[in-house]
Structures are given as structure tokens and as C-alpha cells.
């Protein structure tokens, strides 16, 4: 239920990295979170491997989560080859997987991707020469076009888009330079700008990045990985009032 003041209070954490040997990992965490939030968003890396197994335990402690859970998967969970198990004992445990269609909930759009990488700015990727250079710069734009459908079929006047990626280098401060490339796109970034309703940005992947950053308009972004939220607050989970 919103606040009073009608905003959403989203709770959001990326980089969850359940491991097969993992007992009710976010049993206690999600149970705190019901409490203090509306909404849940995973952002990513929610299994290690991207094993079924994993996925198993993680669906338990989803079903334990009282409040509606969205999110889309990481790397990690490609690792196997088997993303779309992955997703499917995730969606049976409740959580809405977004990447092809964005949700309304209280009034409030979620949009979500993976995303991808390919760099920033200058250091953008282009889709030039080899095919398989072509192929892998392919994948931002697929991944940041489908981000862009999402977000244009929502009609909610505020909307939070949910990533593995980043879309800015600002939340990538603290990892080293040489791989803020392999981190995200500017793609998706470029994405979030075309539209006025989106209000916050949360992704995962960089543990070592910082909390706040923004897009080249201004929409801010915020590195949840929970390595980053448990130096920043002491606790792994950000909650943003949209
Ligand atoms: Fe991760
Ligand atoms: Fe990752």
C-alpha cells in the first residue's frame, strides 16, 4: 500500500548470487523488507551459476515475500545456458521476470531488462566491421530497444526501470576503468531519456560501484548491489519512494 502521501516505496537489491549450498538465504531479509516496502525489485545475478538448484532456493524465500516482487535476471544466471529455467521457477515462486512486458502496480510502471554491456560515450562499442562485433553490439540494442518497448507501453505518470547493467559510468566509480566497459551501455541510457515518467533507475552487476549517479538527463540512477548498498547503509537493500 502507498504512503499517504501516494508514493511507492520500492525496495531494490541486486546481486542476490544464491548459491546451491545456500539455506533460505533472504528468508529473514525478505520478511524485513515486506515490512518496510510495497514493492521488492531484484536486479540481477539472483542465482551464482545460473543453476535450477539455485533458482529453487531462491523461489522458496520469494514465496516467503509478502509484498509483489519484480525483477529480471544477471549474467550469472545465463551461466548454465538455461536463463529461461532460470525465469520460470522465479515467475511459478511469484516474481513478475520483466524483459518483455513492463507492469503496473499502484500506479507506479516497472520496466526491466538485463541490459548489456558495450561502454560509454566515446568508448562506446559500434556496430562496425566483423560480424561478431556486429553480433555483440547487437545485443545492447536489442536489449536496450526492448526496454524502450516497455517503457513506451506504460501510462503511469511515474515508472521505475529495472537493470542488471548500468546505463551511466557514475554508479561504476570504484571499479576499475579498464572494465567500465564490460559493466553496461550507454544504450540504455539513451533509452530511460526518451521518456518523462521515468523517475528512478536501479541496477546491479558493479560490486564495487557507488550508490547515486544519473543519465545525461538527469533521471537518477542507483547501483543496488548489495555489496554497495552493505557499505553505504549496512544493509543490503535500498528503498527509494517513488
Ligand atoms: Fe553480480
Ligand atoms: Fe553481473
Known amino acids: 500500500m502507498a504512503n499517504s502521501d501516494g508514493k511507492l516505496r520500492v525496495a531494490a537489491i541486486g546481486d542476490l548470487h544464491v548459491m546451491e549450498d545456500s539455506v533460505a538465504p533472504y528468508r529473514e531479509l525478505f520478511a524485513e523488507i515486506s515490512n518496510e516496502a510495497d514493492v521488492l525489485a531484484l536486479c540481477g545475478d539472483l542465482t551464482n551459476f545460473g543453476k535450477t538448484s539455485e533458482a529453487e532456493i531462491l523461489a522458496e524465500d520469494i514465496r516467503a515475500c509478502s509484498i509483489p516482487v519484480v525483477g529480471v535476471l544477471g549474467n550469472h544466471d545465463y551461466e548454465c545456458g538455461q536463463p529461461e529455467n532460470v525465469a520460470k521457477i522465479l515467475h511459478e515462486a511469484g516474481m513478475t521476470v520483466l524483459d518483455e512486458q513492463a507492469i503496473e502496480i499502484e500506479g507506479v510502471g516497472f520496466a526491466g531488462v ?115 548498498l552493505r557499505e553505504k547503509f549496512g544493509r543490503p537493500y535500498a528503498v527509494l519512494e517513488v
Not at 517503457?151 to 529495472?162: E, F, Y
Not at 531519456?193 to 560490486?207: L, M, P, S, Y
Open 114 to 228: 538485463k541490459g548489456f554491456m558495450g561502454g560509454y560515450g566515446r568508448g562506446e562499442l559500434a556496430p562496425f566491421g566483423e560480424p561478431i562485433a556486429k553480433a555483440f553490439v547487437q545485443e545492447a540494442m536489442d536489449e536496450a530497444r526492448k526496454l524502450e518497448n516497455q517503457l513506451r507501453t506504460l501510462r503511469t505518470k511515474r515508472s521505475v526501470a529495472v537493470l542488471h547493467y548500468s546505463p551511466t559510468v557514475e554508479t561504476l566509480e570504484g571499479e576499475p576503468e579498464a572494465i567500465f566497459q564490460y559493466l553496461g551501455t550507454q544504450r540504455l541510457a539513451d533509452a530511460i531519456d526518451r521518456f518523462d515518467h521515468v523517475k528512478a533507475v536501479v541496477h546491479g552487476h558493479a560490486h564495487h560501484g557507488k550508490y547515486e549517479g544519473a543519465t545525461p538527463r538527469g533521471t537518477p540512477v542507483y547501483n543496488v548491489a548489495q555489496f554497495v
